[in-house]
């Protein structure tokens, strides 16, 4: 067995430093006060052991786990905890099963979650899970019993209770990989859904695809049609811009005259202004003086008005000082008369207080008299409780013994009609028989059936691997043909655009001699350079007005060309009028010749090309190769067309011959797969079959292994009855005779001395009430006078004090009064100065104001004038401004119209067109059909546009992408037969793991059920119980229920028991599950809280039985002085520092061997 060996913590709950707890052989008691943190010990095991409920660990949230910190320790964010198991017995579940020591560490960061290490390897909490289920331990095994979880088990269901059986028989792990069974049906047959959902949206993509195609040439031809419309527009635009450049040319001149006829008149008027605004300053200087004058004399003014304000301002103030100070000083003489009333009031009382004594020695008499009734009460009544309890007990006997009989009377029947109703259900259980013949039936059937199903599959696999081949081939092929299917439309595409280029002809519609030229690869642009418009001219065709005609003489009789240069006629193949000119061209071989060099190498009538396109003639005239030629670019286009339609040729041979291949591949396939899908129908309804005969088998089964285990239930519930009902009859005489020899004459002369010690016990009582009532009165008045002394002297000595300070405020308001009458004399005398400087001010203020006005008209009147001719010239500037406006306007207009052209010119350029002539034969326009206006063409393009974008996107490679979709649809069905065979073989291996299951169950109860016997007959001192499944056939689905009888009770539920009786035998049923399958740690949290002292012994030394037995190491968590005595090994938690929690120890075994050797 596995072996815990050590928990480590740091900043676990209240253990805020690593503390180290050793978990050793035998029994080890956690004691301490309550709220210390005990219970946060076996909380760090089971979160260890892989704990994911925050309300099961009391908290709001897992990161509650993690210390919160204290008045004096800060918060932190971090917790960690540490199990070491040891392995000497190489027991551990793989891949543990070699290692000496196992250490599982979980680590919760805030913010962060939790993480698992398992010797030092990070793994998944699923995994910790597994490892304690396959020790028959975990977060959630029986073997954890926390406070409160005895009780759970006595108010349980049966189906809850059924928990322990479980745990017995060592079904977690069935039942954990059970889950994760019946998760991975649920996510097949999800994806079983989801893939049908899927396949029938790629059904309805193929549907669209076919549509798309058809949607594909109505693209092409609006394409076409938008070219054509295109090129209309360029040619309208380069139109209409040349038009109306021409007509604001003349418009312009026209302003030009118009500007300079306003200057000259803006120039008279300017003149006219200058000469009058000369006159302007010296008539502002003359008024600013007097301006200036006046300012100051009005200041002047001011000041002395101020001056009279202040004066009469300040009078007010002390007449204001002088009222109120005589108001205050008749309230102050009121406020000392009402004090000096008040102090005498006060001194009166307290004179009349202290004369006052009280009686203290009658209070000291009062308490004496008190204490001794005290005493003489608290002898009756110790008398009168030691009487009561003696005549409880009298009662309690005889009760006790009437109850014994009554419940043996009744435990005697209650056996005798459940021996009845058992005796009968095992008649009618050996009545049913067993259905072997119908097993064998359904066995061989199974296995008939499934030798049919490995048959098909043999044929299936074939079927499969010939499918297989046959899609890698349809695979290439498809690839191979893809590839091919779109070179050839690139090159289609390609050619379709060189076409319309490539249909070039003369001003009179004639076929070009360009068409019957066919130069050589690289040696295009020197042609066209070379020959120029030349190549646009009819061949041999005298109705056009340019045409080649072939001459009588050949090309050896003109001069020869020099050796540095080749005949172009080496490089080109042309018609023989041609001939004549292109032997006197020749190519220059060697580009490093100069422009003379090559220039002198030329005879008259001669004409040298480079490759690049430079042009040079036997005068001098030079063509350089950055000019552009048209029929360069037709040259090369032409080549391109006649290399595209030989690739053309081979690529759709290929394409054709792979296409035959394809079909012929894709029919095979189709033949192969309606073959593979009738093998797997077939494969289907077998396993369907074979599904039903194994469930059919399985529920026979499991019915005749319950029919078997309710007969030998039965038996054995038989012999239990017969057993019970004759001792209770044995019981049943004994309560008997106990009750008629009982004898109850102490008992009456008890009760009369309790009724005398009653009586005196009520005198004592009321005595001892008046004396408490009188004494409190007589110490309420004492402290009652001693307080009033104490404020009557604070208030008096108060008064004094504020009588001093109002005699003392009187003298100072009788100053400042006195004071406010001598500054009102004094302002009185000030204002008869200020008033006659004020008036020689005003005279003179109204002189300088006459002055003022005349200079200022004056002023006003040139001002007018030069506002005047300004007004004027602002007129004329503003219809000068407005004809620079229109010129500028024009002149944009030009540039705009200018920029248009040229952009019109650079659009035919970029099309291939070198001149608007070029581009107007382009378009093939008939000469009697009026030009459209650029408008509607526009709109026209717009709508083929919009028409265009309307369709949407256009799918060009439909066809290819619905053959692909074909192939997916056929990848779903593969995958779809895949996951119908996946879950099938899911439901099997869930139907083996019930089957298993049950059959440990089964295995199991029995065991816990011959260990709960004893156990409990152990722990009552006698008695007996049994357990029972209930509610279902199923073992598996089955509760299990406690049926008890303690010693001299009848046999009852477990819910009938008193509350100390029903946790002995949850205990017993705890233990009971120990002994059939141990676990290598059992957690008990104050579970000896409601047993006396006896049944707390006998738990005890049950506990180290079977730790004896089992090897199993206990974890006690006590209040209990008994369990402590009997511990091997004790640790303290303690609290010495508020929220911090700390651990010591002792080894109670190592201190009683250290005791006796010393002694």
């Known amino acids: 067995m596995v072996q815990f060996s050590k928990l480590r913590l740091n900043g676990f709950k209240s253990f805020a430093d690593a503390?180290?707890?050793?978990?050793?052989?035998?029994?080890?008691?956690?004691?301490?006060?309550?709220?210390?943190?005990?219970?946060?010990?076996?909380?760090?095991?089971?979160?260890?052991?892989?704990?994911?409920?925050?309300?099961?660990?009391?908290?709001?949230?897992?990161?509650?786990?993690?210390?919160?910190?204290?008045?004096?320790?800060?918060?932190?964010?971090?917790?960690?905890?540490?199990?070491?198991?040891?392995?000497?017995?190489?027991?551990?579940?793989?891949?543990?099963?070699?290692?000496?020591?196992?250490?599982?560490?979980?680590?919760?960061?805030?913010?962060?979650?939790?993480?698992?290490?398992?010797?030092?390897?990070?793994?998944?909490?699923?995994?910790?899970?597994?490892?304690?289920?396959?020790?028959?331990?975990?977060?959630?095994?029986?073997?954890?019993?926390?406070?409160?979880?005895?009780?759970?088990?006595?108010?349980?269901?049966?189906?809850?209770?059924?928990?322990?059986?479980?745990?017995?028989?060592?079904?977690?792990?069935?039942?954990?990989?059970?889950?994760?069974?019946?998760?991975?049906?649920?996510?097949?047959?999800?994806?079983?859904?989801?893939?049908?959902?899927?396949?029938?949206?790629?059904?309805?993509?193929?549907?669209?695809?076919?549509?798309?195609?058809?949607?594909?040439?109505?693209?092409?031809?609006?394409?076409?049609?938008?070219?054509?419309?295109?090129?209309?527009?360029?040619?309208?635009?380069?139109?209409?811009?040349?038009?109306?450049?021409?007509?604001?040319?003349?418009?312009?001149?026209?302003?030009?005259?118009?500007?300079?006829?306003?200057?000259?008149?803006?120039?008279?008027?300017?003149?006219?202004?200058?000469?009058?605004?000369?006159?302007?300053?010296?008539?502002?200087?003359?008024?600013?003086?007097?301006?200036?004058?006046?300012?100051?004399?009005?200041?002047?003014?001011?000041?002395?008005?101020?001056?009279?304000?202040?004066?009469?301002?300040?009078?007010?103030?002390?007449?204001?000082?002088?009222?109120?100070?005589?108001?205050?000083?008749?309230?102050?003489?009121?406020?000392?008369?009402?004090?000096?009333?008040?102090?005498?009031?006060?001194?009166?009382?307290?004179?009349?207080?202290?004369?006052?004594?009280?009686?203290?020695?009658?209070?000291?008499?009062?308490?004496?008299?008190?204490?001794?009734?005290?005493?003489?009460?608290?002898?009756?009544?110790?008398?009168?409780?030691?009487?009561?309890?003696?005549?409880?007990?009298?009662?309690?006997?005889?009760?006790?013994?009437?109850?014994?009989?009554?419940?043996?009377?009744?435990?005697?029947?209650?056996?005798?009609?459940?021996?009845?109703?058992?005796?009968?259900?095992?008649?009618?259980?050996?009545?049913?028989?067993?259905?072997?013949?119908?097993?064998?039936?359904?066995?061989?059937?199974?296995?008939?059936?499934?030798?049919?199903?490995?048959?098909?599959?043999?044929?299936?696999?074939?079927?499969?691997?010939?499918?297989?081949?046959?899609?890698?081939?349809?695979?290439?092929?498809?690839?191979?043909?893809?590839?091919?299917?779109?070179?050839?439309?690139?090159?289609?595409?390609?050619?379709?655009v060189l076409e319309n280029f490539l249909k070039s002809k003369n001003e009179e519609g004639k076929i070009a001699v360009v068409e019957n030229i066919k130069p050589q690869k690289g040696y295009e642009i020197a042609l066209a350079k070379a020959m120029g418009d030349t190549l646009l001219a009819a061949l041999e065709d005298p109705e056009a007005n340019q045409y080649w005609q072939a001459l009588s003489y050949t090309p050896e009789e003109l001069p020869e060309l020099s050796a540095i240069l080749e005949p172009l006629s080496s490089k080109v193949t042309a018609p023989e009028a041609l001939s004549i000119c292109l032997s006197q061209i020749g190519v220059v071989g060697d580009e490093t010749l100069d422009v003379q060099t090559i220039l002198k190498a030329l005879k008259p009538g001669q004409m040298a090309v480079t490759k690049q396109g430079d042009v040079y003639r036997w005068d001098g005239y030079v063509i350089t190769a950055r000019s552009q030629s048209a029929t360069a670019m037709h040259l090369e286009r032409k080549n391109r067309y006649e290399t595209l339609n030989t690739e053309l040729e081979t690529i759709t041979g290929k394409v054709d011959a792979l296409a035959e291949r394809l079909s012929a591949e894709k029919d095979k396939r189709s033949t192969i797969t309606a073959l593979r899908n009738d093998k797997n129908n077939e494969i289907r309804d077998l396993n369907n079959a074979l599904t039903q005969n194994r469930n059919r088998y399985e529920n026979l089964l499991s019915k005749n292994d319950t029919q078997r285990q309710a007969i030998i239930r039965l038996e054995e519930r038989i012999n239990n009855l017969k057993n019970d009902t004759a001792r209770s009859e044995i019981a049943l005489s004994e309560a008997t005779a106990a009750l008629e020899g009982y004898d109850d004459t102490d008992t009456r002369t008890k009760e009369e001395t309790s009724e005398k010690l009653k009586s005196d016990l009520l005198e004592k009582r009321q005595t001892l009430s008046e004396l408490n009532r009188e004494c409190d009165r007589i110490s309420y008045e004492i402290e009652t006078r001693a307080n009033r002394i104490e404020v009557l002297t604070a208030d008096i000595e108060e008064a004094r004090n504020r009588l001093a300070t109002g005699k003392a405020r009187i003298n100072e308001l009788e100053s400042r009064y006195s004071e406010a009458e001598k500054q009102i004399e004094a302002l009185e005398a000030k204002p008869e100065d200020l008033k006659e400087k004020l008036e020689d001010h005003l005279s003179k203020i109204a002189d300088l104001e006459t002055q003022r006005k005349t200079t200022s008209e004056a002023v006003h009147s040139v001002e007018e004038q030069i506002r005047l001719f300004a007004t004027q010239i602002k007129e004329n500037e503003t219809k000068l401004s407005a004809q620079k406006e229109q010129r500028a306007s024009i002149a944009a207009h030009m540039s705009s119209f200018k920029e248009k052209e040229q952009k019109a010119l650079m659009q035919m350029e970029s099309e291939g067109f070198e001149t608007p002539s070029a581009l107007w034969t382009s378009l093939e326009w008939p000469e009697d059909k009026a030009l459209p206006t650029l408008d509607s063409v526009r709109e026209k393009f717009e709508r083929s546009k919009r028409e265009r974008e309307n369709m949407g996107a256009v799918n060009l490679m439909a066809a290819e992408e619905a053959e692909s979709t074909a192939g997916e649809i056929e990848t779903m069905i593969k995958e779809r037969e895949d996951l119908v065979e996946a879950i099938s073989k899911l439901r099997q291996a869930i139907q083996k793991l019930n089957k298993e299951a049950r059959v440990r169950m089964i295995d199991a109860f029995d065991k816990v059920n011959e260990h709960f016997k004893r156990l409990f007959t152990q722990l009552f001192n006698g008695g007996e119980a049994h357990l029972e499944l209930t509610e279902s056939d199923d073992i598996l689905e089955s509760g299990l229920e406690i049926f008890a009888s303690p010693p001299g009770k009848k046999l009852q539920n477990l819910t009938l028991l008193s509350g100390g009786e029903q946790t002995l035998a949850s205990i017993a049923l705890i233990f009971a599950m120990f002994l059939t399958k141990p676990a290598p740690i059992c957690v008990l949290d104050e579970i000896d809280a409601p047993l006396d002292d006896a049944n707390v012994d006998r738990v005890c030394t049950m506990i180290e039985e079977i730790g004896k037995i089992t090897g199993t190491r206990f974890m006690i968590i006590t209040h209990h002085r008994m369990t402590m005595a009997r511990m091997d090994r004790l640790y303290g938690v303690t609290m010495a520092e508020r929220g911090i929690s700390q651990l010591v120890s002792v080894d109670l075994q190592q201190k009683l061997f250290d005791d006796l050797v010393a002694a």
């Not at 099963?97 to 805030?110: F, H, K, M, V």
């Not at 040319?249 to 000369?278: C, F, P, Q, Y």
């Open 19 to 496: 503390t180290d707890l050793d978990i050793s052989d035998g029994l080890n008691g956690v004691v301490g006060p309550n709220g210390c943190g005990k219970s946060n010990l076996v909380e760090a095991l089971r979160w260890v052991m892989g704990e994911t409920s925050a309300k099961k660990m009391r908290g709001s949230g897992m990161e509650d786990v993690i210390f919160a910190g204290s008045s004096t320790r800060t918060a932190k964010n971090r917790a960690e905890v540490t199990l070491v198991l040891k392995n000497p017995y190489r027991d551990a579940p793989a891949p543990f099963e070699n290692l000496d020591e196992i250490e599982i560490t979980r680590t919760i960061e805030r913010n962060n979650g939790s993480t698992y290490r398992v010797n030092g390897k990070a793994v998944r909490a699923r995994d910790v899970q597994m490892l304690f289920a396959d020790i028959v331990s975990g977060a959630n095994s029986p073997a954890l019993v926390s406070q409160g979880r005895v009780t759970m088990m006595i108010n349980a269901k049966p189906a809850e209770r059924r928990q322990v059986l479980e745990e017995s028989a060592g079904v977690a792990g069935l039942y954990a990989r059970r889950h994760e069974a019946e998760l991975r049906l649920k996510a097949a047959e999800n994806n079983l859904l989801r893939l049908d959902d899927i396949m029938a949206g790629v059904e309805g993509r193929y549907e669209t695809l076919q549509k798309q195609v058809r949607q594909a040439n109505r693209y092409k031809n609006l394409s076409q049609t938008i070219r054509d419309l295109s090129g209309l527009i360029i040619y309208l635009e380069w139109k209409e811009a040349t038009d109306q450049c021409k007509e604001l040319e003349n418009k312009h001149g026209e302003i030009e005259v118009t500007i300079t006829e306003l200057m000259r008149i803006i120039a008279d008027l300017s003149t006219k202004e200058t000469e009058i605004a000369a006159t302007l300053p010296d008539l502002k200087e003359e008024d600013s003086k007097i301006a200036a004058q006046l300012q100051t004399y009005l200041i002047e003014k001011q000041r002395c008005e101020d001056a009279l304000k202040r004066i009469d301002d300040d009078i007010a103030k002390a007449k204001q000082t002088l009222s109120q100070s005589t108001q205050d000083r008749e309230h102050e003489k009121e406020f000392i008369d009402s004090l000096l009333t008040s102090l005498q009031m006060r001194e009166a009382e307290l004179s009349r207080l202290q004369e006052t004594s009280l009686n203290k020695e009658t209070l000291e008499a009062k308490l004496t008299e008190r204490d001794s009734t005290k005493e003489k009460l608290s002898q009756i009544e110790a008398e009168y409780e030691a009487t009561r309890t003696a005549l409880s007990q009298s009662a309690a006997e005889r009760e006790t013994l009437e109850r014994r009989v009554n419940d043996y009377t009744s435990q005697l029947e209650t056996q005798r009609q459940s021996l009845i109703r058992a005796e009968e259900e095992l008649t009618q259980a050996k009545e049913s028989g067993e259905n072997l013949e119908e097993i064998k039936t359904i066995k061989a059937e199974i296995e008939q059936t499934e030798a049919l199903i490995e048959n098909a599959k043999e044929e299936l696999e074939n079927i499969d691997a010939q499918k297989e081949a046959v899609d890698q081939e349809v695979q290439s092929l498809e690839a191979m043909w893809h590839e091919d299917n779109t070179t050839k439309q690139k090159i289609i595409s390609e050619i379709s």
